[in-house]
């Protein structure tokens, strides 16, 4: 990442580092090919991925991969023609079980013998080739091939949005999560270390290479599984966490041994918080790791992506301009976030990324709010409204392959924090969010599941709150006749989607008031008062306000 970067404005730093690969639509042009990546088709609906066996083995010398995939997978109906992915310039070699032809980035394969529904079955796929090479990891993602400071290799990938079939043959959609989990091996010179998700099964030494192999129990997404080849060195530790022991696990260059292990002090104090907040971290089974990365991070299931130079913040930067972001790492935070919000529950097409990356951005608020108070999260969650454009539609196109606008990360913070206000009672949203990673474990979901289950057990339909801030680009504007001698405020709300209701909950009792699009008058208290500022409002709730009228009120 260039240093650069950091002498940017927040607004244009949000812009750079929340946007990804994908290039920008004009007049929403999308193609075939589009359609065939981001669409469950008649070759891929009838057939469920159980689990995928990866051996990969790169050539550091001439930046190419070869390599075994074994697809087991399910008929949920009878099928046999399947569409596998793999990206240009991957070449395929030979399948067991079936003929094909690889046409772009798609081979359709026809198999021997039919799957009949309930059938289960594999297909073996031999394959090899220079993988598309990473631009800027890991927001252009691909294959990452770099050395390490004293100039050995430090290999990996970064393929989300981009998608896994950069680099190997796999069904390449994220609604369809291997049930039984994955292997992954990769051969490397004996004189390297290869990690990846889960937690090592074998390892075995041959002629001078050596091959490492991973074992994932729980289902995984295709993007998520990452191999990272390094001069390595391990430390461990364990948590005593609501399931009990978590194993925990460090793989850093070995140069940085002695400042990984006082920097990665965090790591128990982040589990601490995210275990309150969400509930028991989602994958005991395959331990949790931090792994040096040759790019700045990336939330790889049981093997985070560490790229942030032991240093606080965002390579030093607080993104909030608050000063609290300063106190504690971000990539350390923020992408261990994912593993409740993104790798837990998971988003069956990538145009609903907010359900990823605006709960994540927002549990960096709740980290902030665990260890050092209410008023200090509020900042944050303040501050990172300066990222926000506004631009496009948090939500995008469904069926395309498409990710949601930029903002999914600091308004979606910004959302989840308006209906917590509104709702205004923090053990019922703690509830919520612990009820999401239970109601949703381990699967894949889209938006309006989420939206539902929130305003199911809040007690109060959203569904207009989540469809003004997720499908508008439009801040409302609460319009507010004070009058402070009478004790009187009249209020409406405009700039606004249809039906919009969100509620208002004054404090400090939390005496709510149901603004609409007709005004309305009441009578508030003494106590209410203060409350009826812009000051106190937007920074409650994502709104605008119009004041109008009345004797000045200063906030307190």
């Given at each position: 990442m260039n240093g650069?970067?950091?002498?940017?404005?927040?607004?244009?730093?949000?812009?750079?580092?929340?946007s990804r690969a994908q290039p920008p639509r004009k007049n929403n042009s999308f193609t075939h090919a589009d359609t065939l990546r981001g669409s469950l088709n008649e070759n891929r609906d009838w057939w469920d991925v159980l689990r995928y066996d990866i051996r990969v083995e790169p050539d550091i010398s001439s930046r190419s991969l070869a390599g075994i995939m074994t697809i087991t997978f399910r008929a949920v109906r009878e099928g046999k023609r399947m569409q596998i992915d793999l990206q240009q310039p991957m070449i395929i070699d030979g399948i067991e079980n079936g003929k094909y032809v690889q046409q772009g980035n798609i081979t359709l394969v026809n198999l021997d013998q039919p799957a009949r529904k309930g059938d289960i079955q594999k297909i073996v796929i031999r394959y090899h080739g220079h993988p598309v090479e990473a631009v800027d990891p890991p927001w252009q993602g691909g294959w990452v091939w770099r050395k390490d400071r004293e100039g050995r290799p430090w290999v990996s990938a970064a393929c989300q949005g981009d998608g896994a079939s950069l680099w190997m043959p796999c069904k390449d959609h994220q609604s369809d999560e291997p049930d039984s989990g994955a292997s992954i091996t990769v051969i490397v010179p004996d004189s390297l270390t290869a990690v990846s998700n889960g937690r090592l099964a074998n390892k075995k030494i041959k002629d001078g290479k050596t091959s490492y192999t991973w074992e994932v129990k729980n289902p995984i997404n295709n993007y998520l599984i990452i191999?990272?080849?390094?001069?390595?060195?391990?430390?461990?530790?364990?948590?005593?966490?609501?399931?009990g022991k978590l194993d925990?696990?460090?793989?850093?260059?070995?140069?940085?041994?002695?400042?990984?292990?006082?920097?990665?002090?965090?790591?128990?104090?982040?589990?601490?918080?995210?275990?309150?907040?969400?509930?028991?971290?989602?994958?005991?089974e395959d331990s949790y790791k931090l792994v040096d990365a040759p790019f700045l991070g990336m939330e790889h299931q049981s093997a985070i992506a560490y790229g942030n130079r032991y240093i606080n913040g965002y390579l030093g930067r607080d993104m909030s301009g608050s000063g609290w972001g300063s106190k504690w790492d971000y990539i350390i935070v923020?992408?261990?976030?994912?593993?409740?919000f993104g790798n837990n529950i998971t988003t069956r097409d990538i145009a609903d990324s907010w359900v990823h990356e605006?709960?994540?951005?927002?549990?960096?608020?709740?980290?902030?709010e665990y260890y050092y108070g209410t008023q200090a999260a509020n900042d944050y969650c303040f501050g990172l409204r300066r990222g926000i454009t506004n631009e496009t539609t948090i939500i995008s196109h469904y069926g395309v392959n498409e990710d949601g606008s930029k903002d999914m990360y600091f308004k979606g913070a910004n959302?989840?924090?308006?209906?917590?206000?509104?709702?205004?009672?923090?053990?019922?949203?703690?509830?919520?969010?612990?009820g999401l990673n239970a109601t949703f474990y381990h699967q894949t979901v889209g938006s309006q599941e989420v939206e539902n289950y929130i305003s199911s057990q809040a007690g109060f339909?959203?569904?207009?709150?989540?469809?003004?801030?997720?499908?508008?680009?439009?801040?409302?504007?609460?319009?507010?006749r004070l009058d402070s001698v009478a004790r009187q405020a009249s209020f409406r709300w405009k700039d606004c989607v249809e039906g919009f209701n969100l509620p208002i909950a004054l404090l400090p009792d939390c005496h709510k008031i149901f603004p609409t699009t007709r005004r309305q008058t009441i009578s508030i208290t003494k106590e209410e008062l203060p409350f009826w500022t812009a000051s106190s409002l937007e920074r409650q709730y994502y709104i605008r306000t119009e004041i109008i009228g009345g004797a000045p009120v200063t906030h307190p």
């Open positions: 650069k970067i950091l002498l940017l404005s927040v607004s244009l730093i949000a812009g750079i580092l929340f191999p990272y080849v390094g001069k390595y060195i391990n430390f461990t530790d364990t948590l005593q966490g609501e399931r925990i696990s460090y793989w850093v260059l070995d140069y940085d041994l002695e400042k990984a292990r006082e920097h990665f002090g965090q790591v128990k104090k982040m589990l601490r918080a995210f275990e309150y907040w969400f509930g028991p971290y989602p994958f005991y923020h992408e261990s976030g994912h593993e409740w605006g709960f994540t951005t927002y549990s960096e608020v709740l980290y902030t959302l989840i924090q308006t209906v917590r206000h509104s709702i205004c009672n923090d053990e019922k949203f703690r509830n919520i969010l612990r339909d959203f569904s207009r709150v989540f469809d003004q801030y997720l499908r508008s680009t439009q801040i409302p504007t609460l319009e507010i």
